[in-house]
Nanobody, 120 residues
Framework: QVQLVESGGDLVQPGGSLRLSCAASGSIFSIAASSWYRQAPGNQRELVAAITSGGITNYADSVKGRFTISRDNAKNTVYLQMNSLKPEDTAVYYC??????????????WGQGTQVTVSS
């Protein structure tokens, strides 16, 4: 079964750092474009960062200079390094990726979400 599994969410104090991971599992050939979204209570899901298969990145203005998206193609994993965290970064973070997979399973997939809470 092809799926994305996220990890790394936690409770952290303002100014702290976290690294989220999104690992693709199953009959995966490669990860194409991928991205991180977040959704806070009462808000719509918003794009936080994206990375193309060639490594070109894009960020929401609210996280530029603080967050870094990266990928490890050998591990079929995408990361989100979050520094200088603020209370307004509190949300459930979701990974999305287009996966090239076997058995006719290629397509877009969402992870299950991981909770990030920034609070003192």
């Amino acid at each position: 079964q092809v799926q994305l599994v996220e990890s790394g969410g936690d409770l952290v104090q303002p100014g702290g750092s976290l690294r989220l991971s999104c690992a693709a599992s199953g009959s995966i050939f490669s990860i194409a474009a991928s991205s991180w979204y977040r959704q806070a209570p009462g808000n719509q899901r918003e794009l936080v960062a994206a990375i193309t298969s060639g490594g070109i990145t894009n960020y929401a203005d609210s996280v530029k200079g603080r967050f870094t998206i990266s990928r490890d193609n050998a591990k079929n994993t995408v990361y989100l390094q979050m520094n200088s965290l603020k209370p307004e970064d509190t949300a459930v973070y979701y990974c999305y990726a287009y996966l090239h997979a076997g058995l006719g399973s290629s397509g877009g997939y969402w992870g299950q979400g991981t909770q990030v809470t920034v609070s003192s």
